[in-house]
């Protein structure tokens, strides 16, 4: 059996199936992505939920697995060479189960880098504006008498969502043919954009086309529905 005793985060959330990828998350955009890779790609998996909300994720013992205190985070016990692995940022995690396992990611070159590219994209530009958005829009931000934020992040979403419906006017999925990470790393942004924060008529979500067919295609996807709600939140 494999022994994962050199990593802290298991004393707080024990592996029962320690020969399987440990999963530390929470179903929000950027724990979704790592639970729907996994559904997608059927690599065996053990979920463990970390209820920000009551700060898991600053506890000692998450901090030992992702010093900045953030979900998702994974321990694979087969990791390269044998050797487990701990790993943090859900870009990193996406790029790193599609290199293990040899899905969602092309083996062209040239496909693979432009793939990565548009990850990189969500983790810079479209979950940072989109969080920004969510939180002056629904949460504590909406009740700051200057909306300036507010408008600034509202248009740099608008700006974002464009690049996102130009990129799908000629094609089913980001990178053309194939569903990919790069689909999987933006959908629960856009999701939670126009659901979750009900920000969808501030960002003119309806003007578009391409985006909402997008996102449609997405969510019809049976691992995308199961990936969605794991770990399941507390009752």
């Known amino acids: 059996?494999?022994?994962?005793?050199?990593?802290?985060?298991?004393?707080?959330?024990?592996?029962?199936?320690?020969?399987?990828?440990?999963?530390?998350?929470?179903?929000?955009?950027?724990?979704v992505k790592v639970s729907i890779t996994l559904e997608?790609?059927?690599?065996?998996?053990?979920?463990?939920?970390?209820?920000?909300?009551?700060?898991?994720?600053?506890?000692?013992?998450?901090l030992s697995l992702n010093p900045n205190g953030k979900i998702p985070a994974i321990i694979d016990?087969?990791?390269?060479?044998?050797?487990?692995?701990?790993?943090?940022?859900s870009g990193a995690i996406l790029q790193y189960l599609a290199e293990k396992t040899g899905k969602l990611l092309s083996?062209?070159?040239?496909?693979?880098?432009?793939?990565?590219?548009?990850?990189?994209?969500?983790?810079?530009?479209?979950?940072?504006m989109f969080g920004q958005v969510g939180f002056f829009h629904k949460f504590a931000?909406?009740?700051?008498?200057?909306?300036?934020?507010?408008?600034?992040y509202v248009a740099e979403s608008k700006r974002l969502l464009g690049v996102l419906e130009d990129r799908l006017k000629d094609r089913p999925w980001m990178?053309?043919?194939?569903?990919?990470?790069?689909?999987?790393?933006?959908?629960?942004?856009?999701?939670n954009l126009v659901g979750f924060y009900g920000a969808g008529d501030l960002v003119e979500y309806g003007?578009?086309?391409?985006?909402?067919?997008?996102?449609?295609k997405c969510l019809a996807r049976p691992a995308v529905q199961r990936g969605l709600n794991i770990p399941a939140r507390p009752a």
């Open 207 to 216: 003007k578009l086309k391409h985006v909402p067919a997008w996102l449609e």
């Open 107 to 128: 083996a062209d070159p040239i496909e693979r880098m432009a793939t990565i590219q548009w990850v990189y994209f969500q983790m810079a530009s479209v979950g940072p």
């Open 175 to 191: 990178m053309g043919a194939d569903y990919t990470i790069a689909d999987i790393a933006h959908l629960g942004w856009v999701r």
């Open 40 to 62: 997608e790609i059927g690599l065996p998996y053990e979920p463990h939920l970390v209820d920000i909300t009551k700060n898991e994720s600053w506890l000692p013992e998450f």
């Open 141 to 152: 931000g909406k009740d700051f008498e200057d909306k300036r934020p507010l408008e600034r």
């Open 1 to 31: 059996m494999t022994d994962l005793s050199q990593f802290p985060i298991t004393r707080r959330w024990p592996a029962q199936h320690p020969d399987r990828l440990q999963l530390y998350s929470l179903p929000t955009p950027n724990g």
């Open 77 to 89: 016990p087969n990791g390269p060479g044998g050797r487990p692995l701990g790993l943090f940022e």
